[in-house]
């Protein structure tokens, strides 16, 4: 049997015609029996997918061949086989749904109008030399924050990317504008769009860490300015980059320990509980009574 592997991956470049980019992305998939989630716009691709090594390899030199691919870095994670359900490749307005299409801007290099990107050892490098005055500001939806994040970082109050803009409009954060903010998430994409948004309203000096946690945990694991675990948008929920992470998430129910999410026991919720095995058990502590998710986490890609 061959090796499982998981992909995740985007880039930016201008799209043509979206719907015929969607029509060979799906028969290509189909055709190495890939499962997972592509997202296409006029702006690019997004996606996460599994399956056997050799069939990703294949995909992954086929995708490079489009215009505008060739430099997508693609990041590798182990898979058991059955991280997807199914294969979903669309067409969307948005790769990361900010509500707000026209905020950046892109050409076959990428996003023009973002951040500066910098690797993990930049990353460090202007933390070294600037110190305090640089802040890291999480990109992602607050809930991923509880069980890992760059240390001292700022977590918005969001539920899903929709709450972006209008944090960064509400005054929050107007203090930052003329500091080193770094953005960063999981893969890169969701801080291509935030940078840009940061950018057009007055920040001064943006950068996002290129790669996002990924490449960061993969380069320092424990050792760096990383702390916990990376929440991932699969079936496996959780990526460490060590076998023994520091567990920084506390449990809704005891404050115990974990970094283990659980889905609501309601079906019609999408909201995540962060429970420990032994409340996990009590069947009466998997119900959060919250008010459900605006975010759809099948959208949800890096």
Known sequence: MDIQKVILYYGFT??????????????????????????????GINGTLGGNMSDLKKYVRQTKLYPGFKKIDFKWSEGQGDEFPRLSVRVKKELVSFASPT?????????????????????????????????????????????????????????????????????????????PVVTYCTGGIRCEILSAVMVNRGFKEVYQVKGGIVRYGEKYGNDGLWDGSLYIFDKRMVQDFSKDPEIIGECEKCNGKTKSFRNCA?????????????????????????????????????
């Open 103 to 179: 905020e950046i801007q892109v050409d076959v290099n990428g996003v023009v109008n973002g951040g500066k990107h910098l690797r993990p050892e930049e990353v460090n490098a202007l933390v070294e030399e600037r110190g305090d005055d640089v802040t890291f500001f999480d990109g992602r939806n607050a809930f991923e924050a509880k069980i890992g994040k760059f240390r001292g970082a700022i977590v918005p109050d969001t539920l899903s990317s929709h709450d972006f803009i209008g944090e960064i409009e509400s005054g929050k954060y107007d203090h930052l504008k003329e500091k």
């Open 266 to 302: 309601n079906a019609k919720c999408h909201q995540l509980i962060l429970l420990c095995d032994e409340c996990a058990a009590e069947q009466s502590n998997t119900q959060c009574g919250h008010t459900p998710l605006r975010m759809n986490h099948k959208d949800m890609v890096g």
């Open 14 to 43: 201008p799209v043509a015609d979206p719907l015929a980019l969607k029509m060979w992305q799906l028969t290509l998939c189909e055709s190495l029996n890939l499962k997972g989630r592509v997202l296409i716009s006029e702006h």
